[in-house]
């Protein structure tokens, strides 16, 4: 595990938080081999800073829209998400920047899946499996583990970005490295969040 170094929050309010972190892993669907990174947070981090973490840790540049859908079996209807007039809130909706990980997972028992959709129109879409509770004081996201870099943005979604791999299509910068994965960059972009 990575050590969050700094994260330029006050070390006296680290004691005004239940030492106490989820660790979920994230994979992006549609791809192969597996591009995934697991991650602890603090359980009082919103969906909104939960949505940060996984654009830090996957490497995306947050550039467009996202939601996050759970349910109950493949009915994945509910939906946590900002007020936003392009999202389909339907009869469960929650505000992502008021709900917090603990309000919906204190009381469940892991594990627990749900998926993060990002960028409406190449639609990623990465599930994301809670694994468990750990008791960790920090304030910062920390990086367990990952493979494989990060799709570029606008690559033409999983298909585009799989045809592109496989050498079916010719377009990515031969600067790109579908078999890299900079774990120290990530958890520099992790360190940069301030989970209160």
């Not at 800073?49 to 996957?58: D, G, N, R, T, Y």
């Not at 304030?139 to 799989?162: F, K, S, T, V």
């Amino acid at each position: 595990m990575l050590a969050c170094v700094t994260c330029g929050l006050d070390p006296g309010m680290a004691k005004q938080v239940t030492p106490e972190h989820y660790t979920f892993k994230v994979m992006l669907y549609q791809i192969e081999p597996t591009i995934w990174r697991e991650v602890s947070i603090p359980s009082t981090a919103t969906f909104f800073q939960l949505h940060e973490v996984i654009q830090a840790a996957m490497g995306w540049e947050d550039k467009h829209l996202h939601e996050f859908r759970h349910g109950k079996g493949k009915r994945l209807t509910s939906v946590i998400a900002s007020v936003d007039e392009d999202i389909v809130q339907g009869d469960d909706f929650r505000d992502e920047n008021v709900t917090t990980l603990r309000e919906l997972f204190g009381r469940r028992r892991f594990p627990i899946r749900m998926l993060y959709r990002y960028d409406f129109r190449e639609d990623w879409i990465h599930e994301i499996a809670f694994a468990k509770k750990v008791e960790n004081d920090s304030l910062c996201p920390e990086l367990i583990g990952g493979e494989r870099n990060c799709p570029p943005e606008d690559a033409g979604g999983a298909h585009g970005y799989q045809a592109c791999v496989d050498g079916d299509l010719d377009w990515m910068d031969d600067s790109y490295d579908p078999e890299h994965f900079d774990a120290q960059s990530a958890q520099k972009r992790l360190n940069k969040l301030k989970i209160s």
